[in-house]
């Protein structure tokens, strides 16, 4: 069982950043990998980033290659989500997940934290 608990939304304008967090508990994170999703209104849920939980391996969605860097601090559980030069389509909510390092499937999910970005 992995609990979630995402933070650091906000309201920001077109340019700025934001750091997002996401407090992982658990037994065994180190089988895990955590991920961001969003999902705008009216959208898909789309994928943002992932990491393994050793930090070794990172990835990213093509729209925020280059703007956006995941990383994690193994000490406090937690994982982050640096997003630099932020749009107005990067507006939606944002949400951490995880799922086991062998499967495919992202299973834990936590509350999501909003992110709105003004023209």
């Known amino acids: 069982q992995v609990q979630l608990v995402e933070s650091g939304g906000g309201l920001v304008q077109a340019g700025a950043s934001l750091r997002l967090s996401c407090a992982a508990s658990?037994?065994?994170?180190?089988?895990?990998?955590i991920g961001w999703f969003r999902q705008a209104p009216g959208k898909e849920r789309e994928f943002v980033a992932g990491?393994?939980?050793?930090?070794?391996?990172?990835m990213y969605g093509n729209s925020v290659k280059g703007r956006f860097t995941i990383s994690r601090d193994g000490g406090k559980n937690t994982v982050f989500l640096q997003m630099n030069s932020l749009k107005p389509e990067d507006t939606a909510v944002y949400y951490c997940a995880a799922r086991s390092s062998s499967d495919s499937v992202y299973y834990y999910w936590g509350q999501g934290t909003q992110v709105t970005v003004s023209s």
């Open positions: 990491i393994s939980w050793s930090g070794i391996s990172t």
């Open positions: 658990g037994r065994t994170l180190s089988r895990y990998v």
